[in-house]
């Protein structure tokens, strides 16, 4: 089906871009000629746990203290629209207005803290394929602007998708990429009020190699990223009962390497609230794996199959390990070519398992 020229305006600028940074910068641009809005923010997530993660693109909004107390109203406070819920919906994208019966201040996150910045009114939207959120944008109109109406959450739900592809491109990996790497585990300490109170040097390296976003000041003597900030957010708020989902976040570095930083909350004396931990570690071969197939958009099965190809069987023994038909296996190959744009197991091997990414 043809795309209207407003869509096809920004998939243009988006099959374009050369990172997911660029294709924020260009989606915003192009959506603000057909909705006008005053400020930004958007975000790449984790498609596993739909937190965020690098990069973060904020436009016309205020300091990083600002922007952990937003991610913080969204992690631990009962609102309207939370992006855990807009993951799920039917459409991914909502206005506050139009949810709260153009009552704003039924939503905490408003009361809080929009309200205070003169925003009127926030649009909201996951950008995501079937289950799997890819990305999150929130759009704000500042006072004396209209609310955000039908036609304006219409394009930006019929972008979700073809945007989202477009970040999962950005996830695939290369033969540049760097490998998980040998150091041990970075460690951070937060107190119960979520202030950093202390860190080993493997963290501080880490750190050093994330790349450039909003970020927090610590007692520490150092930033730190917005991304990691949301992780021990999600800790709290698993531990408070708000969420059942996990803590946990996989980063790409500055020279392509991938981390994944998981939070818990420890218990103190009396079983009283004690510090939340944050590791950083090289990502494992399993994480790597399920980034892999997730950025092709490979099922289960398919993966299983490219995987046991990259082990070099023939389709002979992959029929006979996952007691399926030889048929059947070259039905899944046939998927996985045409998900990465290949021909070859030859070119599966190179393509989808760099040598870090290798079974």
Request: proline share 8%.
């Amino acid at each position: 089906m043809t795309q209207p020229p407003r869509h096809t305006e920004i998939l243009s600028a988006a099959a374009r871009a050369a990172d997911a940074l660029e294709l924020f910068s260009g989606a915003s641009a192009g959506l603000r000629r057909h909705m006008p809005f005053d400020a930004a923010v958007w975000t790449a997530t984790d498609p596993e746990t739909g937190l965020v993660t690098a990069p973060m693109l904020v436009e016309n909004l205020g300091s990083g203290e600002g922007c952990a107390a937003y991610w913080e109203s969204e992690l631990l406070e009962e609102n309207v629209l939370p992006f855990r819920d807009l993951a799920r919906a039917a459409v991914p994208v909502a206005g506050l207005r139009a949810a709260t019966g153009d009552l704003p201040a039924r939503s905490a996150r408003y009361r809080r803290l929009l309200g205070h910045q003169g925003v009127d009114d926030e649009l909201r939207a996951v950008l995501r394929i079937g289950d799997r959120p890819w990305g999150a944008v929130s759009l704000f109109r500042m006072r004396g602007g209209p609310a955000f109406g039908t036609h304006e959450i219409a394009l930006l739900a019929d972008l979700s998708g073809p945007l989202a592809d477009r970040l999962r491109r950005f996830a695939r990996p290369s033969a540049s990429d760097g490998g998980p790497g040998a150091s041990a585990p970075g460690l951070l300490l937060f107190d119960e009020h979520g202030e950093a109170t202390s860190i080993n040097e493997e963290a501080r390296r880490y750190l050093a190699l994330l790349p450039d976003g909003p970020s927090m000041p610590t007692a520490l003597g150092l930033r730190l990223p917005i991304w990691l900030i949301g992780t021990t957010l999600q800790a709290r708020a698993v531990a408070r009962g708000h969420d059942r989902g996990s803590a946990r976040v996989r980063i790409r570095t500055r020279d392509q390497r991938w981390l994944t930083c998981h939070a818990s909350c420890l218990s103190g004396p009396g079983g009283r609230p004690g510090p939340t931990a944050l590791v950083i570690e090289p990502a494992p071969h399993a994480d790597l794996a399920v980034i892999v197939a997730q950025a092709y958009g490979l099922t289960p099965r398919e993966f299983e199959v490219a995987q046991l190809v990259a082990r070099g069987l023939s389709t002979a023994e992959i029929a006979a390990a996952l007691f399926i038909s030889p048929h059947t296996v070259r039905g899944h190959l046939k998927a996985v070519f045409g998900k990465a744009g290949i021909s070859s197991r030859g070119e599966l091997v190179a393509q989808l398992f760099a040598e870090p990414y290798r079974p």
